[in-house]
Nanobody, 126 residues
Framework: QVQLVESGGELVQVGGSLRLSCAAS???????LAWWRQAPGKEREFVGS????????YYVDSVKGRFTISRDNAKNTVYLQMNSLKPEDTAVYYC????????????????????WGQGTQVTVSS
């Protein structure tokens, strides 16, 4: 099972930007990847995903136009660029890897994912 480690979370002001990284312990170029988040007292929420090739991305409406997912398969790393941050973006952010290979995309079903990171805290202050 691949190990995933997120980084880049911190305290940022409203309207600011952050880039989260998620590094894998082994090659993940054949797996779609996704970002999830969990705010205090709420269920884990799907944020978006990127296909194994990087050619297809999907975002939930609340982050569309503000967040961008990208990947560097040579570095076994996936990124989440977050712009125009809002207080409601405050959460622990997790990356996850599709349990299957070569799928164009994965959606909001957590059972599709076989590996999860430990999370990184993002706090947006007003």
């Amino acid at each position: 099972q691949v190990q995933l480690v997120e980084s880049g979370g911190e305290l940022v002001q409203v309207g600011g930007s952050l880039r989260l990284s998620c590094a894998a312990s082994e090659r993940i170029s054949e797996h779609a990847l996704a970002w999830w988040r969990q705010a205090p007292g709420k269920e884990r929420e799907f944020v978006g995903s990127i296909s194994w090739s990087g050619g297809t991305t999907y975002y939930v409406d609340s982050v569309k136009g503000r967040f961008t997912i990208s990947r560097d398969n040579a570095k076994n790393t996936v990124y989440l660029q977050m712009n125009s941050l809002k207080p409601e973006d405050t959460a622990v952010y997790y990356c996850a890897a599709d349990r299957l290979t070569f799928r164009a995309g994965v959606g909001p079903d957590p059972n599709q994912f076989g590996s999860w990171g430990q999370g990184t805290q993002v706090t947006v202050s007003s």
